[in-house]
């Protein structure tokens, strides 16, 4: 049953990698930046579980080579600097800024999605402009004939 594990594990991890790589490689045009650094990111990760299956086959010689301790503290060390290498890059691919001079465009197919047409505003007539009356001193009528009736 562990030798299963052991086969089944790897095995899936590198499905999920290789799709991982090929999804981020096909969308690097449209997300640029955060798609490459996805990319790079499941690379190493992928990386990562080949150096693990390789150790795993030399781990015989390795524990007598190292001792146990020292093989285990290798195989560990290096199994952390991929998966914190591969994840930090995850992690920087989703918060990475996305270049603005980049606009998606959909290839010939593809429904496109509601765009919103420009709103220009007009105004409905030039604002107008009044002569200014000198200021007038005492008790005055209202213009145009407003005031007592």
Do not use: E, K
Request: hydrophobic share 45%; proline share 9%; glycine share 16%.
């Amino acid at each position: 049953m562990l030798n299963v594990i052991t086969i089944i594990f790897p095995l899936v991890m590198v499905v999920v990698l290789v799709g991982g790589v090929i999804v981020t490689a096909m969308n690097r045009r449209a997300h640029g930046r955060g798609a490459t650094l996805g990319m790079a990111g499941c690379a190493v990760l992928l990386v990562g579980v080949l150096v693990n299956v390789v150790l795993g086959f030399i781990a015989t010689s390795l524990y007598d080579a190292l001792g146990a301790g020292g093989a285990a503290m290798l195989i560990g060390a290096l199994g952390m600097l991929f998966n914190a290498t591969g994840t930090g890059l995850l992690i920087a691919g989703v918060i990475a800024r996305r270049d603005p001079q980049q606009p998606h465009h959909p290839q010939p197919g593809q429904a496109q999605g509601w765009q919103q047409q420009p709103i220009q505003h007009q105004q409905p007539h030039p604002q107008q402009t009044y002569p200014q009356q000198p200021p007038q001193q005492g008790w005055q009528q209202p213009p145009y004939g407003g005031g007592q009736g």
